[in-house]
Every structure is written in C-alpha cells, then in structure tokens.
C-alpha cells in the first residue's frame, strides 16, 4: 500500500464513521476499486478504529472523565451500601443508558457479524444498505426528534437505540446515522440524541478494536501483513483521527440543524450508484 493510499482510507474511515454514511461500506468501495485485498490490510484498518477512537476522545473528553468519575462513586455507593442509585444525577444515568445500549449492540454483533461480513464481497448489499440508510435519515429528519433529555431517557429507548447500533453490522447501514434515527425516533431533543450516538460508540468501536487486535497481530507476522511500512500505517491513523474529529464537528451542526437531509440526498445516490455498477460490472 502507498503513502496516498494510507491516507486516502485513513480520510475515508474517519469521515464515515461519524457522518451517516457507512463506514465499512464506504472502505470496501473504496479498497474494491483501489484493487486493495481487505486480508492484507487487516492490521491497517484495525489501526483506523484506533484513529478514530482518537477523534470520539478528544471531542467528548469532558463528558468521558465524568462518566469514568461516576464510575467509581458509584462504585463507592455499591460498597459503602448506599445501593446503585441510577438516577441519583444526570451523569451517572447516563453511564447506565450507555451500559445498556451497548448489550444488544454486542449480542447482535456476535452472532451475525461473521454473516453480514460475507456481505461485503459485492457491491450490491452495500448499495441497497446505503438507499435503506438514507430512507430512515429523511423519516427520521422529517418526523422524529422532541425534547426528552438524559434524565427522560428510558431503558426500553437505551435498547432501542443499542438495536439501531447493532444493525449497522449489514452493509452500508451507517452506525452513526442508525443510533442518531434511533434517538430521533424515541423523541430525544438533537443535542442529547447525537451526544448520546456518540457517547455509545466508544464501546462499539473499542470492542471491535480489540477483538480484531489478535488477528491484527497474526497478520504483522505473516508475510501478507508486511507491505505496509509504520510510517505509512501512521499516516493513515492520523488522517482518521484529524478527519473523524472534523466529521464529529460536523455531525453536531447538522443534528442540531436540521441538515440530515443532504446525507440522505448522498447516501440515495451512492447506493444507486453501487447498485447500477454491480449490475453491469
């Protein structure tokens, strides 16, 4: 793999993990037409999650410490037999509705995931995964939303919306965009429905990252893991963590503007797009 190409997937990656639009569809578009084997740049893309953990850190580092606090004064709470009080502030239900969207999401990813990655062979599923992404992004822009806070979220809107999370292991069903149409869905107001996407990503995008570490590593010591140099592999974390963040930036504008409807206009016309090429490929 080359400098260009590093960086390349490396924008790739991190611009499409936050804005609705796949980003596992979009890297297997672009390693397809980049005549790119995904077996041989599995250390690679592992290395990108990291990047754009990066990204989700630097933004929501605030929110992160106080929840990692919490953690521990709750933990105190359990001890000293206070009890585990969840609604004893914002912060600590917070950490509870992020804990429980994150169990379907895990689940879900278990047991299909190894199906749904076979999808990702054509270009096919990943057109219609994209035309079914944009379709909920309008319905969701244009009928969902409300003014439900932390405080007013649920523990049936905490498992939807890990459901939502956990469905976006089909191709080109975009994680963000399905957690966000999930809090749109349950009536979150827009600031707490994409802090709150956001937020249960770290664990989603953590538990893949370490469970596709081992065969990262196995795949540095063969020899299909050695065309890609370390400067090369840095350069593309990089440019996913400088474009996730820019991404993530992005996204909060958007929600909170009510500008879903340009990420559904693209997502129609790339899974069009993949959809016509994969019939005449």
Known sequence: MSLIQSIILGIVQGLSEFLPISSSGHLAVIQHFMNIDPENVLTFTVMLHFGTLVAIFVVYWKDIVDLCKELFFTIKDLVTGQGLQPKKNETRWLGCMIILATIPTGIMGVLFNDFF??????????????????????????????????????????????????????????????????????????????????????????????????????????????????????????????????????????VTNKKLIYFSIYTWIAGAGLILYSLIA
């Open 117 to 254: 990655e076979s999808l990702y062979s054509t270009m096919l599923p990943i057109g219609i995964g994209l035309l079914i992404t944009g379709t909920c992004l309008f319905a969701a822009e244009r009928w969902g939303g409300g003014r439900k806070g932390v405080m007013e979220t649920n523990v049936r809107n905490a498992l939807f919306i890990g459901l939502c999370q956990g469905i976006a292991i089909c191709p080109g069903i975009s994680r963000s965009g399905s957690t966000m149409v999930g809090g749109l869905t349950c009536r979150f107001n827009r600031e707490h429905a994409v802090r709150f996407a956001f937020l249960i990503s770290i664990p989603s995008v953590l538990g893949a990252f370490l469970l596709e570490l081992p065969d990262a590593i196995g795949a540095m010591n063969d020899s299909s893991g050695a065309g890609i140099g370390m400067g090369t592999m840095a350069a593309g974390v990089i440019a996913a963590a400088l474009s996730g963040y820019f991404a993530i930036r992005v996204m909060i504008k958007a």
